[in-house]
């Protein structure tokens, strides 16, 4: 049996958007192309990497709109 009463609909929790699961990726996208690149011998795969990881506390800042 459940326990809502027939004709109720129950409770879910759905939380706000968010811009950390796409900021992130992003990031993650960079560092591994970057490291990727740089171990291949290619210099701009270091910028990328370093760039990758400098987006990682762009993600945990809050946004202030």
Do not use: K
């Not at 950390?20 to 740089?38: E, K, N, S, T």
């Amino acid at each position: 049996m459940s326990s809502t009463a027939h004709g109720t609909t129950p409770y879910y929790y759905v939380p706000q958007p968010s811009r950390h699961p796409v900021m992130a990726a992003i990031g993650l996208f960079f560092v591994i192309l970057g490291a990727g690149q740089w171990i291949n011998g290619h210099g701009w795969g270091m910028y990328s990497l370093f760039f990758g990881l400098a987006w990682w506390p762009v993600c945990a800042l809050p946004v202030v709109w």
